[in-house]
C-alpha cells in the first residue's frame, strides 16, 4: 500500500487504526449476506461499503455525512483520478490503484482497484490529511457487523462512479503540503542508515534497551534463536494483527534484505535493529521496509512457532522518525 500525506494531522491518521486480515481469509456469512463477492467486486460494490465505513468512523465530518445522505438518494457521483488535490494536500494513487473524489474535500484511495478485495483503503480528508490504511477485507466486515450493512446494497445501485484519466491537479504553489512521495524517490542509503542509527541508539536509552545494528559483516541474532536477514530465506515471515491469537494465523509475506531497494520483494527491508532482553527468548527486532513504495516499520518478538510473526509497530516516535529519514534528502553524506 502507498501512503500519501507527510504532513498529516496526527489525531485523524490514527483515528482508523490498521486493520489486517488473515490469508486466505473467507469473508464471514454476515458480509456474504449483504452480498460482498471477493471474486466479483466491481467499484460500485467498493463504494457502499467504503461509505458505510466513512459514515460509521467519521460521524464528526459533516462532509462525509453529506456524502453518506446523497448516496442514498442516488444524487452522489464519485470520479476516480490517478492523482487529484483535496485542497493543499496532494493525493497520488499507486500503479494499480485510484484516488476516487467523493467530494472535493473527502475521498478515498483503493490500492488495488483490479483485485479490491486484497486491497487496502485509505481515506482523504482535505483539512486533517489521510487514515491510516484499512484493509478491505476487514473493512467489510466490521460494515456487515455493523446498522450499517442494511445501507450497502442500496448505496452500491445508486451511487455513480465515474474515470478520468488525467490528474486533477491545482497549480502548483510553493506553500502545498505534498502528500505523495514520488516511487523513484524513495532511496536509502548510508548517510540514512547513520541518521537511523543515531535515533535508535537515542530511542534505545530512552527504553532502556541497547539495540543491535545489523552492518552486513554476521548475522543479527536474536534471543529466540533468529538469524537476520538469513531468515528471510526460510519463507516464514507472516504478517498478524492484533486479532490473531498466533503466527499461523497471519498472512504469509513475500519479504527480504534489499537495502538497495532493486529487488521485487512486497516489503523491501533496508535495516535491521534488534534487542534482546535477558529474559529467554524474548527480544524486539525493528524491521525497517519499503512496501508498495512507502516507509512501514515491522516488529518481530516471535519467542516460538513455527513461523515468524510481525506486525505493524504500534511505536509512533519509530514510526515517524523512519518515513522523516527515509523521504528526506537523498545526498549521501561523506
Known amino acids: 500500500m502507498f501512503f500519501t500525506l507527510q504532513s498529516q494531522n496526527s489525531n485523524y491518521a490514527n483515528s482508523v487504526p490498521f486493520v489486517g486480515h488473515k490469508k486466505g481469509e473467507a469473508v464471514d456469512q454476515a458480509a456474504e449476506s449483504i452480498c460482498y463477492n471477493s471474486d466479483k467486486m466491481t467499484a460500485h460494490d467498493t463504494a457502499g461499503f467504503t461509505i458505510a465505513f466513512a459514515h460509521m468512523n467519521f460521524q464528526d465530518n459533516p462532509d462525509w455525512e453529506k456524502a453518506f445522505d446523497n448516496a442514498q438518494n442516488g444524487d452522489l457521483n464519485i470520479t476516480s483520478y490517478p492523482e487529484y488535490d483535496f485542497g493543499d494536500y496532494n493525493v497520488k494513487a499507486p500503479a494499480q490503484g485510484a484516488v476516487y473524489v467523493v467530494t472535493p474535500e473527502v475521498g478515498y484511495v483503493v490500492s488495488d482497484i483490479n483485485r479490491p478485495q486484497r486491497a487496502q483503503i485509505t481515506f482523504v480528508d482535505s483539512k486533517?490529511?489521510?487514515?491510516?490504511?484499512?484493509?478491505?477485507?476487514?473493512?467489510?466486515?466490521?460494515?456487515?457487523?455493523?446498522?450499517?450493512?442494511?445501507?450497502?446494497?442500496?448505496?452500491?445501485?445508486?451511487?455513480?462512479?465515474?474515470?478520468?484519466?488525467?490528474?486533477?491537479?491545482?497549480?502548483?504553489?510553493?506553500n502545498t503540503k505534498s502528500g505523495t512521495e514520488d516511487t523513484s524517490k524513495l532511496s536509502w542509503n548510508d548517510s540514512k542508515e547513520e541518521k537511523l542509527s543515531d535515533f535508535m541508539s537515542d530511542f534505545g536509552d530512552k527504553m532502556d534497551q541497547d539495540y543491535d545494528e545489523y552492518t552486513g559483516d554476521e548475522q543479527l541474532k536474536t534471543r529466540a534463536g533468529e538469524e537476520y536477514p538469513d531468515i528471510f530465506k526460510d519463507g516464514k515471515m507472516k504478517l498478524v494483527d492484533d486479532s490473531d491469537k498466533d503466527a499461523d494465523e497471519g498472512e504469509s509475506i513475500d519479504i527480504g534484505w534489499d537495502p538497495e531497494l532493486k529487488k521485487k520483494y512486497d516489503y523491501q527491508v533496508v535495516s535491521i535493529f534488534n534487542y534482546n532482553d535477558d529474559d529467554a527468548e524474548q527480544h524486539i527486532t525493528y524491521l525497517f521496509c519499503v512496501h508498495d513504495n512507502q516507509p512501514i516499520v515491522l516488529v518481530d518478538q516471535t519467542t516460538n512457532g513455527n513461523y515468524i510473526a510481525v506486525k505493524e509497530t504500534a511505536n509512533k516516535d519509530v514510526k515517524s522518525s523512519f518515513a522523516d529519514i527515509i523521504n528526506g534528502d537523498d545526498t549521501d553524506d561523506d
Not at 133 to 152: E, G, I, M, N, T
Open 128 to 174: 486533517k490529511g489521510a487514515t491510516q490504511p484499512v484493509y478491505f477485507r476487514a473493512l467489510a466486515k466490521k460494515v456487515a457487523h455493523s446498522s450499517c450493512k442494511k445501507d450497502v446494497q442500496n448505496i452500491g445501485k445508486k451511487v455513480k462512479v465515474s474515470v478520468q484519466k488525467k490528474n486533477n491537479r491545482q497549480s502548483p504553489d510553493k
